[in-house]
């Protein structure tokens, strides 16, 4: 499966959007992105995927660039809650395998 | 509702003993996993099933056995801990069609501390 960069930290201010990059260069057709965070000392929780078109639910929006080698989860209005490590994985559909990076971790300041 | 629960949340036990921890899923999910969160914070797979049946068998020591006896749980039991075994412990399960996505979803995690 390919593997992903993403930055090491980033800060926001409370209320605007947090715009998280995320590079899949190596990216196969099949591959899903898939979008994890963990807040502190809680289980890891799902938040978007998409395979090439963007997507939105009612935590994010996913936007996949047209070659698909990256992508940017977009919180739009971050709160202190959205305090948390953001994990982005590629993985194949017939892969259950999540492979997990460091993530970026995402400070949201009052 | 949890959809995804583990037992305990906390373990302290002393080395060299025998403990499990149990994960039961009403999502009506067919895989399960077990995954391992150390100190440095790297969330790795260890174990996941199928249908009742072993699919992921990553290299972790045979003192670690995974059961599961229906699709809706997957336990997880260590025989002679050691220290190094301390670490949180997360479930998963998911669902999904061959070729399709297969979101994961964990539950809160068995913080274990081997003494």
């Known amino acids: 499966d390919a593997k992903t960069t993403q930055p090491t930290s980033m800060d926001c201010a409370e209320g605007r959007a947090a715009n998280l990059p995320c590079n899949h260069s190596?990216?196969?057709?099949?591959?899903?992105v898939y979008w994890y965070r963990q807040i502190h000392s809680q289980g890891p929780q799902y938040i978007i995927h998409?395979?090439?078109?963007?997507e939105t639910n009612e935590m994010a929006s996913l936007i996949i660039t047209e070659d698909r080698k990256s992508s940017t989860l977009i919180l739009p209005h971050a709160t202190l809650r959205d305090t948390a490590v953001y994990y982005c994985?590629?993985?194949?559909?017939?892969?259950?395998?999540?492979?997990w990076g460091l993530g970026t971790s995402l400070a949201v300041n009052p | 509702d949890t959809a995804v629960s583990q037992t305990p949340k906390y373990l302290v036990t002393q080395m060299g003993n025998d403990k499990s921890i149990k994960c039961e899923q009403n999502?009506?999910?067919?895989?399960m996993y077990w995954y391992k969160q150390d100190s440095k914070k790297f969330l790795k797979i260890m174990f996941s099933?199928?249908?009742?049946?072993?699919?992921i068998n990553e290299t972790v020591p045979n003192r670690f056995s995974p059961k599961s006896p229906d699709k809706a749980h997957l336990n997880l039991h260590i025989n002679s801990l050691e220290l190094g075994d301390s670490a949180v412990y997360f479930c998963?399960?998911?669902?999904?069609?061959?070729?399709?996505?297969?979101?994961?979803?964990f539950g809160p995690g068995t913080r274990l501390t081997v003494l």
């Open positions: 998963a399960s998911s669902q999904g069609g061959a070729g399709g996505p297969r979101t994961q979803y």
């Open positions: 999502l009506g999910h067919d895989t």
């Open positions: 099933y199928n249908n009742k049946e072993l699919i």
């Open positions: 190596t990216i196969s057709g099949n591959e899903y």
């Open positions: 998409g395979l090439k078109n963007n």
């Open positions: 994985i590629v993985l194949s559909g017939n892969n259950r395998k999540l492979i």
